[in-house]
């Protein structure tokens, strides 16, 4: 007979490995080197299970939607081609939203950095750069939904919005809006608080969005405070 604990996830059948865990994680990397390396990081935690390995983009999707991983590792460029791994992380996002995303690469621009983040990932790191501990702390912080960005990121992120330039672009009444998305204040409160009308909240978000380049509020939280907009 099948027993199942008040602790097992509801979408994840009791038959896949480690359904119990807090931490059910998918890496994607072509390197088996990477991908063992990761895992044995993460294992180190009891709490923490890899629950499957990948190498191409069709099997990273199809294991994420196999497994329902509450973190996906991967490296934007599993066949050389990096958009098609940002595509990834758009469509994981769309489709599968109860997994976050944390990007691990050998090298990136800064537009890499930045259209990963406006794809959906919470976090961003270079893999000389971090370290055992640090890996654990992101892979954490990103299945809190917080953002995690390793050394140098936030400098390629404030270099590729243009973080000065962005400022500037915004005004006195958008940055006072944003700031209040940063709080968590939903569109009536933002109303009430700058005593303007609930559709005038709208029609400053959307500009802030287009301004940003990004598509949701929260992404556009996210890039502010990283970009030093909320300063």
Request: charged share 25%; aromatic share 4%; net charge neutral.
């Amino acid at each position: 007979m099948e027993i199942v604990t008040a602790d097992a996830r509801a979408d994840v059948a009791l038959g896949r490995r480690a359904p119990l865990a807090k931490t059910r994680v998918v890496v994607a990397d072509r390197t088996v080197i990477s991908r063992v390396g990761i895992r044995t990081i993460l294992e180190r935690n009891p709490a923490t299970a890899v629950v499957a390995e990948t190498s191409s983009y069709d099997h990273t999707l199809l294991a994420v939607e196999e497994h329902a991983p509450d973190v996906l590792i991967i490296d934007l460029d599993l066949g050389d081609d990096t958009t098609k791994g940002l595509q990834l992380c758009e469509h994981v996002t769309a489709r599968f939203p109860q997994t976050k995303i944390l990007v691990l690469v050998s090298s990136a621009s800064e537009f890499v950095v930045v259209d990963s983040l406006r794809r959906g990932a919470l976090g961003f790191y270079l893999k000389d750069q971090v370290s055992a501990d640090e890996l654990q702390k992101a892979v954490r912080a990103v299945q809190n939904g917080d953002s995690s960005l390793g050394h140098g990121v936030s400098k390629l992120i404030a270099k590729g919005l243009g973080g000065a330039q962005q400022k500037e672009q915004l005004s006195d009444r958008e940055l006072d809006v944003l700031r209040l998305l940063a709080r968590g204040l939903a569109n009536k409160e933002i109303s009430k608080q700058l005593f303007i009308s609930e559709s005038t909240v709208k029609f400053h978000v959307h500009n802030i969005c287009h301004k940003v380049g990004c598509t949701k509020r929260t992404q556009v939280v996210h890039f502010a405070m990283n970009a030093g907009l909320l300063n």
